[in-house]
């Protein structure tokens, strides 16, 4: 795994699969897992675990497959306006970020699928026709937003790019199916929007890092570079600067708020993701009205914008290498036995309730197995992440009696680890687990710890 944020995911798409709920009360006193993406996410990545038995390479083929399915739309969206090196240009400017951040176009994550949405949508807005262009672009939308809630003002900017083409009713046909689309999953019982809107109301209460602040600053500067690029070069419709203010404001503002997103705490710049098509959409409709008499200055931009992008993309190349490599004994060796040894457990312990535990650091590499629990219908209420139970909210209480009751038949905790030893985890956690709890079985990665009233 890339990031633990891929366990976390996983563990509640599979938890969810058995009748868990994506998102409970941000207070509950139950359940301690909290993800802040929205329904879809969990949706793809269920359908891989099931089609895989959760198998990671096959959730790696299908990240690594929505990576060659989006180079293959922003080719078709690019070069339906603009002539092919030019196309290639764009391509290489909305793809560099990407290569930067490869825990997120690679991960098991929803940035993948956030980028994608959005580029059909762009794709879609600049169709010939009025309404299938409405319709796709509401229903791709849709869809980006139901990966993160963060994809509204860029999708507000492509409504004013429906306006522009065809007018109001074609922006209202796409937000009403947009807005139909992105509620729709939580009309399932198990998925509450309540919860979700909890959820994502409490990062009000994260602030800013100013570090943070800075950095997303930059790569929102670096985002618009391009336009400011074409603007020098006088491309149209900017010497009637009048003309295109609503799009240019419309883009500073949705900027600005990814900015400010991406500088809280555990963000990132990976939540521009959902404007980068939107800009490089832009910029190829932009483009396409200069294509037919082009200029030497034009050809002068577009070479830098696509010279700036490479360089910029590929001067993390050497890292990113060093990420996606594969794993190297010890770790490799460790997962497969790991995988063996929690099939024994399922097997072994059949009809009793198993739970993955955490020693001295919740981001183990063996730990980040604990998805595979819940695929088997075992419980999922404690997760290891610490975000909000940091203190954003108070680690729910009944985890802890629990614990005390041994609600839970067995745990599994990493061989020879003390078992939650962390300060992520409240002290009367350890207590009540150690007291009620004691090594039943040991393996090589993982010691089975029973409750000593049944041991």
Not at 77 to 92: E, P, S, V, Y
Not at 436 to 441: D, E, G, L, S
Request: aromatic share 10%; glycine share 6%; charged share 15%.
């Amino acid at each position: 795994m890339l990031d633990t944020d891929e366990a976390n995911l996983l563990s509640i798409a599979a938890a969810s699969l058995h009748g868990q709920p994506l998102y409970h009360p941000i207070l509950s006193t139950d359940v301690s897992y909290s993800l802040m993406y929205g329904p879809v996410t969990f949706f793809v990545y269920r359908l891989a675990l099931l089609s895989g038995n959760g198998s990671f390479l096959v959730l790696r083929i299908l990240v690594v497959t929505l990576n060659l399915l989006l180079c293959a739309v922003l080719y078709s969206t690019f070069r339906k306006l603009l002539r092919r090196d030019t196309a290639i240009a764009l391509i290489a400017f909305a793809l560099c970020p990407l290569l930067q951040w490869v825990k997120c176009s690679f991960g098991v994550r929803p940035d993948i699928g956030i980028i994608l949405a959005m580029s059909l949508a762009v794709r879609a807005t600049l169709m010939d026709a009025e309404l299938p262009a409405a319709i796709l672009t509401g229903l791709c939308a849709g869809i980006a937003i139901d990966f993160k809630l963060t994809v509204l003002p860029a999708f507000a900017f492509l409504l004013l790019i429906l306006f522009r083409r065809f007018g109001t009713r074609a922006a209202a046909i796409a937000a009403i199916i947009a807005t139909a689309t992105a509620l729709a999953p939580f009309a399932l019982p198990a998925i509450s929007l309540h919860n979700y809107l909890d959820l994502l109301a409490l990062t009000r209460t994260e602030g800013v890092g100013h570090a943070a602040l800075i950095y997303s600053l930059f790569f929102a500067i670096f985002l618009a570079a391009p336009l400011a690029i074409l603007i020098a070069a006088g491309t149209p419709p900017w010497p009637a600067a009048r003309q295109a203010w609503p799009e240019l404001s419309l883009l500073t503002l949705c900027l600005v708020a990814a900015t400010l997103i991406s500088a809280k705490p555990g963000a990132g710049p990976w939540h521009f993701w959902q404007l980068i098509p939107v800009i490089a959409g832009y910029l190829a409709l932009t483009l396409s009205r200069s294509e037919p008499s082009p200029s030497p200055r034009l050809d002068l931009a577009i070479c830098l914008i696509a010279v700036s992008s490479a360089a910029f993309g590929l001067s993390f190349a050497a890292r990113n290498l060093a990420t996606l490599r594969a794993p190297q004994d010890p770790t490799a060796q460790q997962l497969r036995l790991g995988r063996i040894e929690i099939a024994a457990a399922l097997d072994r312990y059949r009809g009793h309730t198993l739970q993955m535990g955490y020693g001295p650091s919740p981001n183990e590499p063996v730990e980040l197995l604990r998805y595979l629990l819940p695929l088997h219908g075992q419980p999922y209420t404690l997760d290891g992440s610490g975000r909000l139970e940091a203190g954003l909210v108070p680690f729910p209480s009944r985890i802890t009696q629990k614990m005390n009751t041994c609600t839970d038949d067995l745990w599994l905790i990493p061989h020879d680890e003390q078992p939650f030893d962390h300060w992520r985890f409240p002290a009367a956690l350890r207590r009540a687990f150690t007291q009620h709890y004691a090594i039943a079985q040991r393996g090589a990665i993982y010691d089975v710890w029973a409750c000593r009233s049944t041991h």
